[in-house]
């Protein structure tokens, strides 16, 4: 397998079905990616490794989604000078607004990329993350203009239904 240049990180496993669409953006436009739980709080020291270690291995993104009080992407944010895109993931009891305000509010000085909440972001941050790496692989380029091309063909392709 390839070595992964983006890390698809996400709090809990059952972020998995928001985030699985970052994964599937990607391996849709065939860029390497890794995917793991990794928990702010309650593993911490892993999410220390994984951002201080993230350069080093190669990453040149990391896409992290959590719900709730989401202070994982900001986290990783912090530890690391690997670009962090944010997904905030809904949550039960406010629908993912507060996964959101959590992610985009970062104070002056630590920056997170932040998308839309659940599906749209995941797969957002999938193709921001190809943007990125696009800037230096032009076969990348090249797939991800296809892939925009294709889209705007589906969409000139739509019929709207007839009025009885
Ligand atoms: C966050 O808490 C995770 O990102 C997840 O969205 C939320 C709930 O986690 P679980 O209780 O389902 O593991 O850390």
């Known amino acids: 397998m390839e070595h992964p240049l983006v890390g698809v990180v996400m709090g809990s496993d059952s972020d998995w079905e928001v985030m699985r669409a970052a994964v599937e ?8 990616c890794e995917r793991r739980v990794v928990s702010a709080h ?3 020291d892993l999410l220390f490794e994984y951002a201080t270690s ?15 009080a989401a202070h ?9 000078m690997v670009p962090v895109l944010g997904v905030p993931v809904p949550s039960k ?9 959590s992610i985009v509010q970062m104070p002056k000085g630590v920056p997170v990329a932040t998308f839309a909440i659940g599906t749209a972001g995941a797969a ?19 797939r991800l203009q296809d892939f925009r091309t294709r889209q705007a063909a589906a969409v000139m392709a739509t019929t709207l239904p007839e009025i009885a």
């Open 25 to 32: 953006q990607l391996r849709a436009l065939a860029i390497p």
């Open 124 to 142: 957002n941050a999938g193709l921001f993350a190809a943007a990125i790496l696009a800037g230096a692989d032009a076969e990348l380029a090249q």
């Open 54 to 68: 993230a350069m080093s291995r190669g990453l040149r993104c990391i896409i992290a989604g959590a719900g709730g």
């Open 93 to 101: 009891h406010l629908q993912g607004m507060d996964s959101l305000l």
């Open 42 to 44: 309650r593993t911490p």
């Open 72 to 80: 994982l992407p900001g986290m990783l944010a912090s530890k690391t």
